[in-house]
Structures are given as structure tokens and as C-alpha cells.
């Protein structure tokens, strides 16, 4: 298949910006008036790179995922301690005021980068791996690198993730849940699948596997391991259009 032509319209993971130019500035001991000149340069710098115009997003309130993971899991649980830069809202107000950052309410600015990719063609600047679970351009500032995922590549990540979970957020996988490590020889047979079912029915018998390997109630095993799988790919899903929420 031939890879699509680069987009026109980028968009751009404005959380990132906001704690790696916060923090920085925190450890320079910069003034408000030099971490705004900051957030305005790396913003600058990252749309230069991608050579047209960028929409950036925020995360804002009532993230989704909190909700559906709460009979399983506390999504983000390890980030409770976690602080915050000092000049945090300043950030975010200069970003939505000098650059139109839009703030997103009810879900993530990770889920508005993967709509904006998949519904309108646009491509994803963003630092981080989770994207990787959306098809399309993408743009990693930091290493300076433009690179495009199929969206075969896209689910084979999305249902490698479910088996290795996401340590960072909090998103337990095949370890936490039974205690068996995602080996890469588990994870390796996920490369040579193309269906999105047939990635799900594998993932579905190696939880199922060790769930028996563990000697836990085999009589619940299929709907535990299902409400397993249901949370985790719900935290772990990168929507791909407005309100949608993975299921199997």
C-alpha cells in the first residue's frame, strides 16, 4: 500500500508542551515572563517543523476513562503524588489565548489528536508512544522524527499495549492481571495478524491461559477475563471518532 502524501493540517499534543516547558522552568528558576517565551518558541518550533498550520489540545475535566475503569482498575492511580509545574495554568492560559489551544472536556487531547488523524486527515505532533495506536502522520519533535502508521500497525500496537498494559497510566496488562510477563515470543504473534478480531481472540486465549495457569475460578474465567479486556482496551483505545468507546 502506498503511503498517504503528508497532511496540510497538524495537530499538536499541547499537555506535552506544558509539563516539559514547566518543568524546565522549574529547574532554571525561570520567571512567568521566560516560560511563556519558552511555550512560545517550542510551539513555534514544533509547527516550523511540520511546515503548516497546527491546532493544539489540552486535556481538561471528567475524563472518560476514569469512570469506565472503576470496577477494575483506578486509571492513573501511580500520578496521584504527581506534581504539577508552578506556572501550570499560566501555561495553559497563554496557549489558549495567544494560540487557540482547544481544551477538551470529557476525554483526552490524545483522543482529539487521533479524530483529527482519522476523521479529517491531519497529523499527530505529540511526543507520545500511546499515539502510535492511531493511523496516520505522525511527528515526534524531540527526536526530530516524521513517520507514518498504517492502521494495521495501529491495531497490532493498540492490542500489544493490551497485553503489556501502559505502566505510566496506571493500565494494568497480562503481568498485573495474572502474574504471566507479555514475553516477546507472547507478543510476537500479533505481528504476522492483519484483523483486528483475530488480534482480539489471541489477546482474549492468553489472558485466558494464564487466568488457568493461576488456578483461579475457571467457571467465571470467560466473563472476568471479557471485563478485563473491556476495561483495559477502553483505557487504552485512542478514539477515532467523536464519543466512541472501544468495545470488542
Known sequence: METPVKPKQW?????????RVGFASD??????????????????S???????????????????RYAVTADCFEYKANRKDAGKPTFYK????????EFGAEVQDGQEADDALSIAAVQHGHGIATIDKDLD????????????????????????FFYTQMLTGDATDGIPGLFKMVGKKAMPKVKEPLQ???DPKEMYDYVYTVYCDGYEEVGMCLDDMNDVVERWLLNIGQALWMRREEGQMWTP
Open 11 to 19: 495537530s499538536i499534543d499541547g499537555d506535552v508542551v506544558v509539563y
Open 27 to 44: 529547574k532554571n528558576e525561570d520567571s512567568l515572563e521566560d516560560t511563556l517565551a519558552a511555550t512560545k518558541a517550542a510551539l513555534q
Open 46 to 64: 514544533i509547527i516550523n517543523s511540520c511546515g503548516e498550520e497546527g491546532t493544539i489540545y489540552l486535556t481538561g475535566k471528567n475524563n472518560f
Open 90 to 97: 499560566e501555561i495553559r492560559s497563554y496557549m489558549i489565548t
Open 133 to 156: 495506536g492511531c493511523p496516520g502522520w505522525h511527528f515526534n519533535w524531540v527526536r526530530d522524527e516524521m513517520y507514518y502508521v498504517s492502521e494495521v500497525e495501529a491495531d497490532r
Open 192 to 194: 504476522e495478524m492483519t
